[in-house]
C-alpha cells in the first residue's frame, strides 16, 4: 500500500518568514496530492491541492510542488503569519471511489510574533 | 457546518459502557469516513464506507463499530472492547477519493 512521510514534525519561524513542509509517497501510481490545515481543537480543512498532471500550484501566499519523479512533493508558504500556526497534514490519493487517502503524521507549525 | 455535522462535540464515557458519534452530511457525498485523531499520531482511519448498506474496516477498527443505512448519516460505535478510547474522533466525507475530504468539527471523547 502507499506510505507518506512527512517533515518536519515541528516547524517553528518568525513572522515574515517562509516555512516548507515536505512530504513523499511510495505509490508511483498516486495522482491526487490535499494539503489540509488543522487550526487547535478544530477539524482539518483543504487548503491547497495538486493533481499529477501539473508541477506547482499557487494560491496567494501559498503554493504546493510536485517532482513525480522523485515521488515528493512540497507545501510553501510565505510572509508567514501568527494565524498560520496549525497542524498541517499532507495526503496522497489517486482515482476512483475505492482508494483510500493516505495521511502524513502532521507537521506542527508555529510562527511567532 | 460546512455540510457534515458531528454530535456531540464533547462526550465522556463511564467504563464498559457502550457510546455512539453521530455523523451526518448533506453533501450528497458517497463516501464517508471515520479517523482518530491523537496526539502526535495523526489521522487513523477506523472504518470507511462508499456506499450505503456497506462498510469496511479500517487501520484500528477493533472496539468500534459502525452502521450506513442511508446515505447522509454514518454512526459510531466505541464499545466496552475499546480499551482506551479517550481520543478526538473526526468524521470526513467525500465524493471521490480522488478529491478532498470534508471534515466534520470532530467528537472529543474522554472516559471517566
Known amino acids: 500500500g502507499e506510505n507518506v512521510e512527512q517533515h518536519p514534525s515541528t516547524l517553528s519561524v518568525q513572522e515574515g518568514d517562509s516555512a516548507v513542509i515536505k512530504c513523499t509517497y511510495s505509490?508511483?501510481?498516486?495522482?491526487?496530492f490535499p494539503w489540509y490545515k488543522q487550526e487547535l481543537g478544530k477539524r482539518p480543512q483543504l487548503i491547497i491541492d495538486?493533481?499529477?498532471?501539473?508541477g506547482e500550484k499557487k494560491d496567494q501566499r501559498i503554493a504546493v510542488t510536485l517532482n513525480k519523479t522523485a515521488k515528493h512533493f512540497s507545501l510553501h508558504i510565505t510572509e508567514t503569519q501568527p494565524e498560520d500556526s496549525a497542524v498541517y497534514f499532507c495526503?496522497?490519493?489517486?482515482?476512483?471511489?475505492?482508494?483510500?487517502?493516505?495521511f502524513g503524521r502532521g507537521t506542527s507549525l508555529i510562527v511567532h510574533p | 457546518d460546512g455540510g457534515i455535522t458531528q454530535s456531540p462535540k464533547y462526550l465522556f464515557r463511564k467504563e464498559g459502557q457502550n457510546v455512539t458519534l453521530s455523523c451526518e452530511q448533506n453533501?450528497?457525498?458517497?463516501?464517508m469516513y471515520w479517523y482518530r485523531q491523537d496526539p502526535g499520531q495523526g489521522l487513523r482511519l477506523i472504518y470507511y464506507?462508499?456506499?450505503?448498506?456497506?462498510?469496511q474496516k479500517g487501520d484500528i477498527a477493533e472496539g468500534y463499530s459502525v452502521s450506513r443505512e442511508k446515505k447522509e448519516s454514518f454512526p459510531l460505535t466505541v464499545t466496552s472492547a475499546q480499551k482506551n478510547p479517550t481520543a478526538f474522533y473526526l468524521c470526513a466525507s467525500s465524493a471521490d477519493g480522488y478529491y478532498g475530504y470534508t471534515f466534520g468539527s470532530g467528537t472529543r471523547l474522554t472516559v471517566v
Open positions: 495526503a496522497a490519493s489517486k482515482e476512483g471511489g475505492s482508494y483510500i487517502p493516505t
Open positions: 505509490d508511483s501510481a498516486s495522482n491526487y
Open positions: 495538486i493533481r499529477s498532471n501539473v
Open positions: 464506507s462508499q456506499i450505503v448498506n456497506d462498510f
Open positions: 453533501l450528497n457525498h458517497d463516501a
